[in-house]
Structure formats: structure tokens, C-alpha cells
């Protein structure tokens, strides 16, 4: 069946350092790949997509970077994190068995920066 | 740009009342339509999509498509306890990529 995983699961760390977080899926091969913010009191917002390896596209200029190194890991960095950076990071990718439309989450990274 | 409004709530109904939830999207050519639930501090879940106008139910939930008013909603009927959480509605288009709302926020009181 279609998994999703992220971790870490919850991180905190203090502004200026960097930022790794990973995603990684089974059960599905060649997905789209999406990475979402949820920041406290707002909605989901579409940071980086990608439809293979090697293949990103940014939605929102930020300091984060995406990357996709295999066609089932998702990287999601940043060189110096801001107070802004702040919220829920989650990994989805389209639903199996469903339209490519119906996005599939993993459990999310709770990142707090101090 | 694309936008999913959602009235922020909080929604606070009864326990077996009929919670009534409501998005509009501004993007006309959107195709596909999705409810979310997402309990505190927990991934959204897919409960309910909709790709045609009308309705749709599925056990306690309606989905209500309105294309020409571009309008969607979600009712819960016997809404229970476990069901207060954040409700999100999704509107997808050409591109594939759902755009969220930001939530309406569900309290079902005993």
C-alpha cells in the first residue's frame, strides 16, 4: 500500500542553521512529489513540486531549496533558517488508484525556529 | 492567482445536528473538488471528492458541487464528537495541483 514517510517528526532549531528535511514513498512508482507548509492560523501553501528526478519547480520564493535525488526521496533544505520558516512541513504526492488531483500526506515535520 | 476561501470558524454545533461547511475558488476552469480533515497537530485525510455538479454523499457526508457559482460544500450530518477538527477544502485544475483553503475550524459539543 502507498506510504509516505517523513522525519523527522517534530524539530526544533535555532535561527541561522541549516535545515534538512527528507520524504520518502512506497507503493508508487514515478509519483509527483509536492511539499507543503501549514504555518499556525494559515492554510496549506504549495512550496516546491516535482514530477521526476532531478525535476523542481518552486512555488514561492523563499530561502528553501527542494531536491529530488531518486524517484521516491524528496528533500526539502535551507542554508539559514528564519523565524519565518516556522510551521508544519508536510510530503504529499497524488493518491494511488486515484485522479492525479487527490493529494496524499505523509505524517509532516513540526518545525519550530528559536 | 488562485484562491480557496473558507470561512475560519470556529463552526460550533450540537451533537446530531447537521454541520453545514462552505468554500468558494475563484479559478473557473477548477475540475476536481476535496474535503479534507485534519485533526490537531495530525496530516489533512482525504474524506470526500466531488468532480461533478451536484451532490454526493457518502455515509454521514454530502458533498455540494455549484460550478456556475463556484461553490462547494460539505455537510456532516449526526455530527459526533470525533468529528470536530479542521475541515479543508482543495480546488484543482488543469495543473494538477490541488490549492487549499485555509480551514474551518469544527466543534461538535456533547
Known amino acids: 500500500s502507498q506510504t509516505i514517510h517523513q522525519w523527522p517528526a517534530t524539530l526544533v532549531q535555532p535561527v541561522g542553521s541549516p535545515l534538512s528535511l527528507e520524504c520518502t514513498v512506497e507503493g508508487t512508482s514515478n509519483p509527483n512529489l509536492y511539499w507543503y507548509r501549514q504555518a499556525a492560523g494559515r492554510g496549506l501553501q504549495l512550496l516546491f513540486y516535482?514530477?521526476?528526478?532531478?525535476?523542481i519547480s518552486s512555488e514561492v520564493p523563499q530561502n528553501l531549496s527542494a531536491s529530488r535525488p531518486q524517484d521516491r526521496q524528496f528533500i526539502l533544505s535551507s542554508k539559514k533558517l528564519l523565524l519565518s520558516d516556522s510551521g508544519f512541513y508536510l510530503c504529499?504526492?497524488?493518491?494511488?488508484?486515484?485522479?492525479?488531483?487527490?493529494?496524499?500526506f505523509g505524517q509532516g515535520t513540526r518545525l519550530t525556529v528559536v | 492567482q488562485k484562491e480557496v476561501e473558507q470561512n475560519s470558524g470556529p463552526l460550533s454545533v450540537p451533537e446530531g445536528a447537521i454541520a453545514s461547511l462552505n468554500c468558494t475558488y475563484s479559478d473557473r476552469v477548477s475540475q476536481s473538488f476535496f474535503w479534507y480533515r485534519q485533526y490537531s497537530g495530525k496530516s489533512p485525510e482525504l474524506i470526500m471528492s466531488?468532480?461533478?455538479?451536484g451532490d454526493k454523499e457518502d455515509g454521514r457526508f454530502t458533498a455540494q458541487l455549484n460550478k456556475a457559482s463556484q461553490y462547494v460544500s460539505l455537510l456532516i450530518r449526526d455530527s459526533q464528537p470525533s468529528d470536530s477538527a479542521t475541515y479543508l477544502c482543495?480546488?484543482?485544475?488543469?495543473?494538477?495541483?490541488?490549492?487549499f483553503g485555509r480551514g474551518t475550524s469544527l466543534i461538535v459539543h456533547p
Open positions: 466531488i468532480y461533478s455538479n
Open positions: 504529499a504526492c497524488p493518491r494511488q488508484g486515484a485522479w492525479d488531483t487527490e493529494a496524499f
Open positions: 482543495a480546488v484543482a485544475g488543469g495543473s494538477y495541483i490541488p490549492t
Open positions: 516535482s514530477v521526476g528526478i532531478g525535476q
